[in-house]
């Protein structure tokens, strides 16, 4: 179907289910790591993309036919920032627990700093944090139940 793929990636490295490729022989994989991006077009089609280099801050321009955004790997943690510790990514630092650094706050799933953002392991750390929540309580850490 395509003999290049270009992947854009925020970070330096891949991680999480992003370390997950599968490379055929046909295909080449190019990964960089741009600062900014935009995209550009004839007027009437994409035509590719153009983006400043992160290590080296040139502006680079990569021809395509298509382009896939991938959304949703920032996590929304602002308003918390100043009640517990985030990390370089933004994420919420907490333990196995799903404690936070703070007594009393706890966070869950993909804005904490658990590794493989998915369903299954929001859902477990949801029930993780319940039950943290409750066993503070009954240990006498924390005063009350939340409602
Ligand atoms: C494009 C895409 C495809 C995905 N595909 C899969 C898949 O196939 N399988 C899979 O297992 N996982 C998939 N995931 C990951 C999966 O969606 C997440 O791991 C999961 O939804 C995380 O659950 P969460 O409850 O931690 O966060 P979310 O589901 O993101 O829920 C957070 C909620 O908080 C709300 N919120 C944010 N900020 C505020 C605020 N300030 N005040 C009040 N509410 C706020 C948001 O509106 C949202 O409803 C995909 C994610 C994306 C983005």
């Known amino acids: ?5 270009a992947t854009k990636h925020t970070s330096t490295e891949l ?7 599968v490379i055929s022989a046909t295909v080449t994989v190019k990964f960089e790591t741009p600062a900014a991006s935009r995209v550009l ?8 993309i153009e983006y400043t ?3 080296s801050g040139e502006t680079q321009t990569v021809s395509a036919d ?15 920032a100043d009640l517990v510790e985030l990390n370089s990514l933004g994420e919420i630092v907490v333990d196995g627990h799903c404690r ?14 658990v590794p493989y ?12 944090a319940g039950l943290s929540v409750f066993e503070d ?6 005063a009350a139940l939340p409602r």
């Open 100 to 113: 936070t650094g703070t007594t009393g706050i706890y966070a869950a799933g993909d804005l904490t700093t």
């Open 137 to 142: 309580f009954a240990r006498g850490n924390i």
């Open 53 to 55: 280099d992160r290590a």
């Open 66 to 80: 298509g382009i896939f955004v991938q959304i949703g790997l920032v996590p929304n943690s602002a308003p918390f």
């Open 117 to 128: 953002k998915q369903i299954i392991i929001a859902m477990g750390e949801g029930a993780k």
């Open 41 to 48: 077009d004839d007027g009437a089609k994409v035509s590719g």
């Open 15 to 21: 991680s999480g289910t992003g370390s997950v490729w």
């Open 1 to 5: 179907m395509c003999k290049t793929v």
